[in-house]
């Protein structure tokens, strides 16, 4: 197969399996089946384009210009590879947990569930191989709509209120700000192409350059840089899996990857470096970074502290991006990766608490570890890797960004960094250890006393993302081998 | 004074037309809206043939002892429109007919007042 | 001399046109409307436009005028009287009049024969078309050859109100009605009017008379198509209105009338096609016979022939359709 | 016979509606009517593919050249209009027979396809001709037909739309009349070609001024610009649903290309936006009518209504690009009139679809659509995306050039405006969604979707704004070379 032909088959794949499960939706297992496999083939679609891209290659895809200087194109590059493996990896694991989760919690219209969830993987893979801002613009907003009906999934007036929220803020932001941002990229640069290196350079003045970084960060709303946060919280009224995937994993990770995109590849590092404009969004990172930790230790909803966790670290990404320095990119890049492993891990387990012992609050989950120890034992792998504390994934990536705040001047970044982890410890450890040394309390005893795991289908992928959250800090030379080109000059 | 002579053919002709107009406008009633409507074109038509008419001329029709004719083509222009005006009247009125039918009224504000209390 | 009489009826217009603006009785004012059409058409004549005051006599004071009062016998008499002035509307007026008295003062001055109206096209016509086309009346000429097209599209507008006017008021079919229709005497037939009914059968032969007269004659002097049709139109309104609607209608059936409506304009644009075939343009008469004048003469009476016939039946259907609707 | 194939498209429509008048049977109408159509569509294809080839067409009526007889001139900017008529036209009666039958009387049938053929007639006649007289003349035809059509309804209030329709138009009309009076006066011509050469020697004169504003304002109250729009929104609303898709994609569109004609072929943009500054008029205007039109679009209850307030926000924003007076806002401007036609024609149809099963276009009957008429709501949904203009459908193209105007000109409060109005059309179009998605459908309906009569024709329209989106050759490309044109620079 071709690089072109994997590059259409590994988007088309998704969108035909969301075709299938509509059409299989008769009969549940068949169904499951299907989306199994269609997961499965997209990633080991997506595996095949790995080494040429490895070894420096840019498989390119060109469907039609829209207008001079306009066309529909894809083109992969490290960060994009890197994406659309995470993404679709984490899909087949996401399938079978949502096997589980689903019927496990008896939830209706899952077909439409499924279906929806296969298109918004997608547009997540035609974002993360997009070869220009217009194409990535276009799948962002598709991703946008296809994951509208997820979050409304329940249909109850407090599941409309909040798709009403997650439609508002994120179509507002994107087509009211980076819309503009793309018109006047458009209008300065006269293409809208990702070239190594940016193409604003040279056509865009200082304070241009500065005011399409704003643009830019609060135009994409999925990456959550506060105020425009609020959708986030309010996207968990969905059904878990839809939590773990797409609002740990693949929607809020194509906001803070378009950013991460657009400093390298429309802006260039060292375009953006020059005009100093980059420090302010990095302070803004920053402050949403610590405030949203602040936010997170006082919420008792386990979903809702998950959130705010994410809206936390998703600024570590926008944060490195705005670094713009080589260190502060791979340290943004590795944590799409880790990030995205630890969180989707305590996504699970939330789920997983819900479907078996139906506990949502944190105060409620006193001594459960000792009737989910597996659970909850992948919970503590997940939060020390956010947290970033060594043999774990997540430590690899807060050291890139340490690094990268040093390089720069500004030390009082790298002071948050630290700050941020010891929040981490505060808002993500009580949990655990809630779980395993306090008493259970007397009124909810009637689950008994011995082990109650979540079905299987829920318990093995969270143990195999906790084990990946282990073995990507071992293995994290082939990522930053891939990713390194990409800051070199 | 010259002036005001040879203008005053089309003071007239505006003066008419505005006074159709304020018919179209201020009336409530359907009939008169288009009486002032049919007045308004007719007005506009002597707007036409007063610029077609020349001085000692007479009609564009050939005949002995004639040299000077008038201008036959707002002539034409404005047989054609005669006949838009008679078409658009028509049409209004077989509106007002079907209106009145409907709604028993061929007042503005009455219909108006329907529409508002179904 | 002229600027005399010109100026009083334009007064005479203007005391019209305020009248009708103040009054409230609407027989009144349509009556009146009328009137200011009949004015206006003695103005036209004064100002040489001959044809045109004879369409506009026979359509103003005429045909519209029963139209609005067959309308008003329908609706209502009377408007609803409005206290004061309507200040908005005055407004509007006053600033559209403004405007165009603004402009006026860059105007060619009335009659001026330096006009560029006078030094432009319109010679032209007046030199030429007598050879070209071979009619004295050059307002035929311009009419029927030089803008043919544009009376195409005017016999089309006429045609496009008949049609409007029948979906909007033709009868719904039903058995019922139809039989009461019959053997119901017509109360608003005026029949039993001696004096009218004499006189009508006087006058209508000779007011058909002369509207072939006028059709042919279009040519030579003052008329046409559309006068001749007008007129013919109005002998026939004339009988209904004397003999009762039902008894028009039994002399010409609506079949006849709605096919003579699409003739008159299928003949207009046939003529225009059949010049196609004649290796000529769309309309272009000329082509029609070997000597060019010879060919217009065939064009135009064809197509005068095909206005008058569609303007003759729209108006009579247009009629028809009003007074056939009954007050409910 | 080729050489006269400018006549095709307006005396083909004009023989054909006296032959329905005529003929009366349903079964012969129709298809006649439907055939007309295409024939007039090929014909308005070949001329537009003649001018691009080989330059303009003229064709002078009865062979008298202009000025003294009338002509008919055919340049890129009026085949593009041709075309995109003549083409809604073909596609719309292809839908008619079905909704016809539904929603007309039906013994009218016959004077129905007479007036629907003398408003194409008069349309295309319209945008065809080079004589500025014979504007009004077909203007008078295709509104005295389009009166007609809209008053056919099934609802009364048909009537008194089309009522205040008729006012407002034959104002607008003979505020046309009087302006070309007073053209004729100044310059002693009738033809386009000779007044534009004609105009500019008397163009610092009083009377000229006021011939552009009366012109202005009449061809304004057609287009149904803000604040001139009140006959627009009751007249879509009540008319039969194929009517109002007919004359909301064509109408105000040759209303359009009529004020394109006359402020840059005859007036010239030099004397209209840097001598008078109108410009200055039609900006506020057009900004003015995007943002409250679409404002009131969101509180509409009834889905006709709600895309007829749409329109005329649309219609600023085609209005907006011409005010540019740049190449970019014009080629705009006119890309937005082919593509707004497109997606406005598709979703009229589509209404028409769902009037045609729930009797009603209110929104409140729509409570899940969705699964009702799953092919039909989709279809309104994609037209919606579409005036959103949501990347990959023609909507667009035209947003993203009118947009890159603004920047060209540093009109940023414009852009903004322009982006801030994209969000109420998403809040407009989604009151739809909302409804029809996500409202359970009432307990004892049935899913029962349109005839494949009425749905081959909607996905016909849906697609060309899909294909548009996608290959901007024809909208952007010719919009592009016709306002070079307009803005004198060459063919």
């Given at each position: 197969m071709s690089a072109e032909m994997a590059i259409a088959v590994a988007i088309l794949l998704p969108a035909l399996g969301a075709l299938l499960v509509a059409l299989l939706g008769q009969s549940p297992n068949l169904r499951d089946c299907a989306m199994l496999s269609v997961a499965t083939a997209t990633f080991i679609v997506v595996c095949t384009l790995y080494p040429e891209v490895a070894s420096g290659g840019r498989p390119t895809l060109h469907l039609l210009e829209v207008l001079p200087g306009l066309d529909l194109a894809f083109q992969i590059e490290p960060l994009g590879m890197l994406f659309s493996l995470v993404a679709s990896g984490l899909w087949i694991l996401t399938s079978l947990y949502a096997i589980g989760y689903m019927r496990g919690h008896h939830e209706e219209n899952?077909?439409?569930?499924?279906?929806?969830?296969?298109?918004?993987?997608?547009?997540?893979?035609?974002?993360?191989?997009?070869?220009?801002?217009?194409?990535?613009?276009?799948?962002?907003?598709?991703?946008?709509?296809?994951?509208?009906?997820?979050?409304?999934?329940?249909?109850?007036?407090?599941?409309?209120?909040?798709?009403?929220?997650?439609?508002?803020?994120?179509?507002?932001?994107?087509?009211?700000?980076?819309?503009?941002?793309?018109?006047?990229?458009?209008?300065?640069?006269?293409?809208?192409?990702?070239?190594?290196?940016?193409?604003?350079?040279?056509?865009?003045?200082?304070?241009?350059?500065?005011?399409?970084?704003?643009?830019?960060?609060?135009?994409?709303?999925?990456?959550?840089?506060?105020?425009?946060?609020?959708?986030?919280?309010?996207?968990?009224?969905?059904?878990?899996?839809?939590?773990?995937?797409?609002?740990?994993?693949?929607?809020?990770?194509?906001?803070?990857f378009t950013i991460v995109k657009v400093v390298v590849y429309i802006f260039g590092i060292d375009h953006l470096s020059s005009t100093g404009f980059h420090i302010y969004l990095a302070y803004i990172a920053g402050g949403t970074i610590v405030l949203s930790s602040l936010v997170a230790m006082q919420q008792d909803n386990l979903k809702a502290r998950l959130a705010y966790s994410t809206i936390s670290q998703l600024s570590y990404i926008v944060l490195g991006a705005a670094l713009a320095n080589a260190h502060g990119i791979l340290g943004a890049g590795l944590h799409i990766a880790m990030h995205a492993f630890g969180k989707i891990t305590l996504f699970f387990c939330a789920g997983a608490i819900m479907v078996a012992l139906h506990k949502t609050e944190i105060s409620d989950m006193r001594g459960i570890g000792r009737q989910m120890p597996f659970t909850m034992a992948a919970f503590i792998i997940g939060s020390l890797s956010i947290i970033g504390v060594p043999p774990l994934g997540g430590s690899w990536s807060k050291w890139y960004l340490a690094l990268g705040a040093a390089d720069t001047s500004h030390l009082l970044l790298v002071g948050v960094l630290m700050l941020s982890s010891l929040l981490n410890i505060a808002y993500l450890l009580p949990i655990p250890a809630r779980a395993f040394f306090s008493k259970a309390t007397s009124d909810d005893g009637h689950h008994g006393e011995g082990i109650h795991e979540a079905p299987l289908f829920c318990l093995i992928p969270l143990c195999l993302t906790a084990l990946g959250c282990v073995l990507l800090f071992f293995f994290t030379d082939p990522i930053y081998q891939l990713l390194a080109p990409i800051v070199q000059p | 004074m010259s002036d005001a002579l040879g203008l005053y053919n089309y003071w007239i002709a505006i003066f008419l037309m505005m006074v159709g107009f304020y018919n179209v406008i201020a009336s409530g009633n359907l009939v008169k809206k288009l009486i002032g409507l049919s007045i308004f074109q007719t007005s506009v038509f002597l707007l036409y043939i007063t610029m077609g008419k020349v001085k000692d001329g007479t009609a564009p029709i050939l005949g002995d002892g004639y040299d000077t004719f008038s201008n036959p083509l707002p002539h034409v222009l404005i047989l054609t429109a005669i006949v838009v005006g008679i078409a658009t009247t028509a049409v209004g009125l077989a509106l007002v007919i079907r209106i009145q039918e409907h709604f028993g009224t061929i007042e503005e504000d009455e219909l108006i007042a329907q529409e508002d209390s179904p | 001399m002229i600027h005399v009489v010109d100026m009083t009826l334009l007064a005479f217009l203007a005391i019209v046109a305020i009248a009708v603006t103040r009054m409230t009785n609407l027989f009144a004012t349509s009556v009146l409307t009328g009137v200011y059409s009949l004015l206006m058409a003695c103005i036209f004549t004064v100002l040489d436009a001959v044809d045109v005051a004879f369409t506009e006599a026979a359509v103003g004071a005429g045909i519209s005028t029963v139209l609005f009062l067959a309308t008003l016998s329908l609706t209502t008499q009377r408007e609803k009287p409005q206290r004061s002035p309507n200040w908005k509307a005055l407004c509007v007026a006053l600033l559209t009049g403004g405007a165009l008295v603004y402009g006026t003062f860059d105007m060619p001055h009335f009659g001026d024969p330096q006009a560029p109206v006078h030094q432009h096209v319109g010679p032209h016509y007046i030199g030429v078309s007598p050879t070209q086309i071979g009619v004295p009346n050059m307002v035929t000429s311009v009419l029927a050859s030089y803008r043919g097209y544009d009376t195409l599209g005017e016999t089309a507008v006429i045609f496009t109100a008949c049609m409007a006017v029948l979906l909007l008021l033709q009868h719904e079919k039903r058995r019922d009605e139809q039989s009461t229709v019959e053997e119901k005497p017509d109360k608003e037939a005026m029949a039993h009017a001696m004096i009218l009914r004499v006189q009508s059968k006087f006058f209508i032969p000779l007011i058909l008379l002369f509207g072939l007269y006028v059709q042919f004659h279009g040519d030579f002097g003052p008329g046409g198509g559309f006068q001749a049709g007008v007129i013919f139109a109005a002998g026939i309104i004339l009988y209904s209105l004397v003999n009762g609607l039902d008894?028009?209608?039994?002399?010409?059936?609506?079949?006849?009338?709605?096919?003579?409506?699409?003739?008159?304009?299928?003949?207009?644009?046939?003529?225009?096609?059949?010049?196609?075939?004649?290796?000529?343009?769309?309309?272009?008469?000329?082509?029609?016979?070997?000597?060019?004048?010879h060919g217009e003469h065939i064009g135009i009476l064809l197509i005068e022939l095909g206005v008058g016939i569609t303007v003759a039946t729209v108006m009579t259907s247009m009629f028809f359709s009003f007074s056939g609707r009954r007050r409910s | 016979m080729s050489s006269h194939l400018p006549i095709v498209p307006i005396v083909l429509p004009m023989i054909a509606a006296p032959l329905c008048s005529l003929l009366r049977r349903p079964a012969l109408i129709w298809p006649l009517t439907t055939g007309v159509g295409w024939l007039v569509f090929a014909a308005c294809a070949a001329l537009l593919m003649q001018v691009v080839e080989s330059g303009p067409i003229v064709y002078t009526m009865a062979n008298w050249d202009a000025p003294i007889g009338i002509e008919y001139r055919i340049d890129l900017l009026n085949a593009y209009i041709l075309v995109l008529v003549s083409g809604i036209a073909a596609v719309v009666l292809l839908y008619a027979p079905q909704s016809a039958a539904s929603e007309l009387p039906q013994d009218r049938h016959h004077l129905f396809c007479a007036a629907f053929l003398l408003c194409l007639t008069g349309l295309l006649g319209i945008t065809i001709t080079g004589d500025a007289f014979n504007v009004y003349v077909f203007l008078e035809i295709s509104s005295l037909a389009s009166y007609a059509l809209i008053s056919v309804s099934r609802d009364p209030r048909a009537l008194k739309a089309a009522y205040k329709y008729l006012i407002m138009g034959t104002i607008g009309a003979t505020f046309i009349l009087i302006a070309v009076g007073l053209m004729y006066m100044m310059t002693g011509t009738l033809n386009m070609a000779d007044l534009a050469q004609r105009v500019k020697m008397v163009e610092d004169t009083r009377t000229i001024l006021m011939a552009f504003a009366f012109l202005s304002i009449g061809i304004m109250l057609k287009i149904a610009l803000f604040p001139m729009h009140a006959w627009l929104p009751n007249a879509y609303s009540y008319a039969p649903s194929l009517v109002t898709a007919f004359i909301a994609a064509t109408s105000t569109k040759v209303s359009l290309y009529v004020f394109l004609r006359f402020v840059f072929t005859i007036f010239g943009a030099e004397y209209a936006f840097d001598t008078l500054g109108f410009n200055d008029v039609l900006?506020?205007?057009?900004?003015?009518?995007?943002?409250?039109?679409?404002?009131?679009?969101?509180?509409?209850?009834?889905?006709?209504?709600?895309?007829?307030?749409?329109?005329?926000?649309?219609?600023?924003?085609?209005?907006?690009?011409?005010?540019?007076?740049?190449?970019?806002?014009?080629?705009?401007?006119?890309?937005?009139?082919?593509?707004?036609?497109?997606?406005?024609?598709?979703?009229?149809?589509?209404?028409?679809?769902?009037?045609?099963?729930?009797?009603?276009?209110?929104?409140?009957?729509?409570?899940?659509?969705?699964?009702?008429?799953?092919?039909?709501?989709?279809?309104?949904?994609?037209?919606?995306?579409?005036?959103?203009?949501?990347?990959?459908?023609?909507?667009?193209?035209?947003?993203?050039?009118?947009?890159?105007?603004?920047?060209?000109?540093?009109?940023?409060?414009?852009?903004?405006?322009?982006?801030?109005?994209?969000?109420?059309?998403?809040?407009?179009?989604?009151?739809?969604?909302?409804?029809?998605?996500?409202?359970?459908?009432?307990?004892?309906?049935?899913?029962?979707?349109?005839?494949?009569?009425?749905?081959?024709?909607?996905?016909?329209?849906?697609?060309?704004?899909?294909?548009?989106?996608?290959?901007?050759?024809?909208?952007?490309?010719?919009?592009?070379?016709?306002?070079?044109?307009?803005?004198?620079?060459?063919?």
């Amino acid at each position: 197969m071709s690089a072109e032909m994997a590059i259409a088959v590994a988007i088309l794949l998704p969108a035909l399996g969301a075709l299938l499960v509509a059409l299989l939706g008769q009969s549940p297992n068949l169904r499951d089946c299907a989306m199994l496999s269609v997961a499965t083939a997209t990633f080991i679609v997506v595996c095949t384009l790995y080494p040429e891209v490895a070894s420096g290659g840019r498989p390119t895809l060109h469907l039609l210009e829209v207008l001079p200087g306009l066309d529909l194109a894809f083109q992969i590059e490290p960060l994009g590879m890197l994406f659309s493996l995470v993404a679709s990896g984490l899909w087949i694991l996401t399938s079978l947990y949502a096997i589980g989760y689903m019927r496990g919690h008896h939830e209706e219209n899952q077909t439409r569930f499924f279906a929806f969830f296969a298109v918004a993987i997608s547009a997540a893979l035609a974002a993360a191989f997009s070869g220009n801002m217009l194409t990535l613009f276009f799948s962002y907003e598709v991703l946008t709509l296809s994951t509208y009906p997820l979050v409304t999934h329940h249909r109850t007036p407090e599941a409309l209120r909040a798709g009403r929220i997650y439609m508002g803020i994120l179509l507002s932001t994107s087509i009211g700000l980076l819309l503009l941002g793309v018109l006047l990229t458009y209008h300065v640069a006269g293409t809208l192409s990702f070239i190594q290196g940016g193409i604003l350079a040279g056509h865009a003045t200082p304070l241009m350059t500065g005011i399409l970084l704003f643009l830019y960060a609060y135009g994409t709303g999925k990456a959550a840089l506060m105020p425009i946060h609020r959708w986030l919280p309010n996207a968990m009224v969905a059904p878990t899996p839809v939590s773990a995937l797409l609002h740990a994993v693949a929607v809020v990770k194509t906001g803070v990857f378009t950013i991460v995109k657009v400093v390298v590849y429309i802006f260039g590092i060292d375009h953006l470096s020059s005009t100093g404009f980059h420090i302010y969004l990095a302070y803004i990172a920053g402050g949403t970074i610590v405030l949203s930790s602040l936010v997170a230790m006082q919420q008792d909803n386990l979903k809702a502290r998950l959130a705010y966790s994410t809206i936390s670290q998703l600024s570590y990404i926008v944060l490195g991006a705005a670094l713009a320095n080589a260190h502060g990119i791979l340290g943004a890049g590795l944590h799409i990766a880790m990030h995205a492993f630890g969180k989707i891990t305590l996504f699970f387990c939330a789920g997983a608490i819900m479907v078996a012992l139906h506990k949502t609050e944190i105060s409620d989950m006193r001594g459960i570890g000792r009737q989910m120890p597996f659970t909850m034992a992948a919970f503590i792998i997940g939060s020390l890797s956010i947290i970033g504390v060594p043999p774990l994934g997540g430590s690899w990536s807060k050291w890139y960004l340490a690094l990268g705040a040093a390089d720069t001047s500004h030390l009082l970044l790298v002071g948050v960094l630290m700050l941020s982890s010891l929040l981490n410890i505060a808002y993500l450890l009580p949990i655990p250890a809630r779980a395993f040394f306090s008493k259970a309390t007397s009124d909810d005893g009637h689950h008994g006393e011995g082990i109650h795991e979540a079905p299987l289908f829920c318990l093995i992928p969270l143990c195999l993302t906790a084990l990946g959250c282990v073995l990507l800090f071992f293995f994290t030379d082939p990522i930053y081998q891939l990713l390194a080109p990409i800051v070199q000059p | 004074m010259s002036d005001a002579l040879g203008l005053y053919n089309y003071w007239i002709a505006i003066f008419l037309m505005m006074v159709g107009f304020y018919n179209v406008i201020a009336s409530g009633n359907l009939v008169k809206k288009l009486i002032g409507l049919s007045i308004f074109q007719t007005s506009v038509f002597l707007l036409y043939i007063t610029m077609g008419k020349v001085k000692d001329g007479t009609a564009p029709i050939l005949g002995d002892g004639y040299d000077t004719f008038s201008n036959p083509l707002p002539h034409v222009l404005i047989l054609t429109a005669i006949v838009v005006g008679i078409a658009t009247t028509a049409v209004g009125l077989a509106l007002v007919i079907r209106i009145q039918e409907h709604f028993g009224t061929i007042e503005e504000d009455e219909l108006i007042a329907q529409e508002d209390s179904p | 001399m002229i600027h005399v009489v010109d100026m009083t009826l334009l007064a005479f217009l203007a005391i019209v046109a305020i009248a009708v603006t103040r009054m409230t009785n609407l027989f009144a004012t349509s009556v009146l409307t009328g009137v200011y059409s009949l004015l206006m058409a003695c103005i036209f004549t004064v100002l040489d436009a001959v044809d045109v005051a004879f369409t506009e006599a026979a359509v103003g004071a005429g045909i519209s005028t029963v139209l609005f009062l067959a309308t008003l016998s329908l609706t209502t008499q009377r408007e609803k009287p409005q206290r004061s002035p309507n200040w908005k509307a005055l407004c509007v007026a006053l600033l559209t009049g403004g405007a165009l008295v603004y402009g006026t003062f860059d105007m060619p001055h009335f009659g001026d024969p330096q006009a560029p109206v006078h030094q432009h096209v319109g010679p032209h016509y007046i030199g030429v078309s007598p050879t070209q086309i071979g009619v004295p009346n050059m307002v035929t000429s311009v009419l029927a050859s030089y803008r043919g097209y544009d009376t195409l599209g005017e016999t089309a507008v006429i045609f496009t109100a008949c049609m409007a006017v029948l979906l909007l008021l033709q009868h719904e079919k039903r058995r019922d009605e139809q039989s009461t229709v019959e053997e119901k005497p017509d109360k608003e037939a005026m029949a039993h009017a001696m004096i009218l009914r004499v006189q009508s059968k006087f006058f209508i032969p000779l007011i058909l008379l002369f509207g072939l007269y006028v059709q042919f004659h279009g040519d030579f002097g003052p008329g046409g198509g559309f006068q001749a049709g007008v007129i013919f139109a109005a002998g026939i309104i004339l009988y209904s209105l004397v003999n009762g609607l039902d008894k028009a209608r039994q002399i010409i059936p609506p079949n006849v009338l709605h096919g003579l409506v699409a003739f008159g304009l299928l003949l207009y644009a046939g003529t225009g096609l059949a010049s196609l075939f004649m290796d000529g343009n769309f309309l272009q008469y000329r082509a029609l016979a070997e000597e060019a004048t010879h060919g217009e003469h065939i064009g135009i009476l064809l197509i005068e022939l095909g206005v008058g016939i569609t303007v003759a039946t729209v108006m009579t259907s247009m009629f028809f359709s009003f007074s056939g609707r009954r007050r409910s | 016979m080729s050489s006269h194939l400018p006549i095709v498209p307006i005396v083909l429509p004009m023989i054909a509606a006296p032959l329905c008048s005529l003929l009366r049977r349903p079964a012969l109408i129709w298809p006649l009517t439907t055939g007309v159509g295409w024939l007039v569509f090929a014909a308005c294809a070949a001329l537009l593919m003649q001018v691009v080839e080989s330059g303009p067409i003229v064709y002078t009526m009865a062979n008298w050249d202009a000025p003294i007889g009338i002509e008919y001139r055919i340049d890129l900017l009026n085949a593009y209009i041709l075309v995109l008529v003549s083409g809604i036209a073909a596609v719309v009666l292809l839908y008619a027979p079905q909704s016809a039958a539904s929603e007309l009387p039906q013994d009218r049938h016959h004077l129905f396809c007479a007036a629907f053929l003398l408003c194409l007639t008069g349309l295309l006649g319209i945008t065809i001709t080079g004589d500025a007289f014979n504007v009004y003349v077909f203007l008078e035809i295709s509104s005295l037909a389009s009166y007609a059509l809209i008053s056919v309804s099934r609802d009364p209030r048909a009537l008194k739309a089309a009522y205040k329709y008729l006012i407002m138009g034959t104002i607008g009309a003979t505020f046309i009349l009087i302006a070309v009076g007073l053209m004729y006066m100044m310059t002693g011509t009738l033809n386009m070609a000779d007044l534009a050469q004609r105009v500019k020697m008397v163009e610092d004169t009083r009377t000229i001024l006021m011939a552009f504003a009366f012109l202005s304002i009449g061809i304004m109250l057609k287009i149904a610009l803000f604040p001139m729009h009140a006959w627009l929104p009751n007249a879509y609303s009540y008319a039969p649903s194929l009517v109002t898709a007919f004359i909301a994609a064509t109408s105000t569109k040759v209303s359009l290309y009529v004020f394109l004609r006359f402020v840059f072929t005859i007036f010239g943009a030099e004397y209209a936006f840097d001598t008078l500054g109108f410009n200055d008029v039609l900006l506020p205007l057009a900004l003015l009518g995007i943002v409250v039109a679409s404002a009131v679009a969101i509180y509409q209850t009834d889905l006709k209504r709600l895309l007829a307030y749409s329109s005329v926000a649309q219609i600023g924003y085609i209005v907006l690009g011409i005010s540019m007076g740049t190449v970019t806002g014009l080629t705009a401007g006119l890309a937005h009139m082919f593509n707004h036609a497109l997606m406005k024609g598709a979703l009229f149809l589509a209404v028409g679809c769902i009037v045609l099963r729930l009797h009603s276009s209110r929104l409140e009957d729509m409570a899940g659509l969705g699964k009702r008429m799953p092919i039909t709501s989709f279809a309104f949904v994609l037209g919606g995306l579409g005036l959103i203009g949501v990347p990959l459908t023609a909507g667009f193209i035209s947003k993203w050039y009118l947009l890159l105007g603004t920047l060209e000109l540093g009109w940023w409060p414009v852009t903004v405006l322009l982006l801030i109005s994209s969000l109420l059309a998403v809040a407009y179009v989604w009151r739809f969604v909302e409804v029809a998605y996500f409202q359970p459908p009432p307990a004892e309906a049935s899913s029962d979707e349109a005839p494949l009569s009425m749905q081959i024709p909607l996905w016909m329209l849906l697609a060309t704004t899909l294909y548009f989106g996608l290959q901007t050759d024809v909208t952007a490309g010719l919009a592009q070379r016709a306002a070079l044109w307009l803005l004198g620079g060459g063919q």
